[in-house]
């Protein structure tokens, strides 16, 4: 498992995680309840972070990636 990314909004995380699972490429969302800690816990522990499974896949997830945030 590897994470491919991190980031304060959901929403970001969430459309990168939709394009991922669109091309085969199986992830995990992390996080996604932590917000509520925001304040008690660092900032940037507390963000949902986006992981793939596979690490066979990380090649792949990355110029996906890239591509969705060159447009």
Same mark, same amino acid.
């Given at each position: %498992?590897?994470?491919?990314?991190t980031? @304060?909004?959901? =929403?970001? $995380? /969430? +459309? ?8 085969? @490429?199986?992830? +995990? %969302?992390r996080n ?5 800690? =925001? /304040?008690?816990?660092?900032? /940037?522990?507390?963000?949902?972070? +986006?992981? $793939?499974?596979? !690490? !066979? !896949? ?5 110029? +996906?990636?890239?591509? $969705? =945030? /060159?447009?």
């Open positions: %498992m590897k994470k491919m990314a980031d @304060i909004d959901f =929403a970001r $995380i /969430g +459309l990168m995680q939709s394009a991922l699972e669109e091309s085969g @490429i199986p992830t +995990l %969302m996604q309840e932590l917000s509520q800690l =925001a /304040g008690a816990l660092p900032q /940037g522990q507390v963000w949902p972070e +986006l992981w $793939i499974l596979d !690490d !066979d !896949d990380y090649e792949a997830a990355k110029s +996906l990636l890239e591509d $969705i =945030a /060159g447009n």
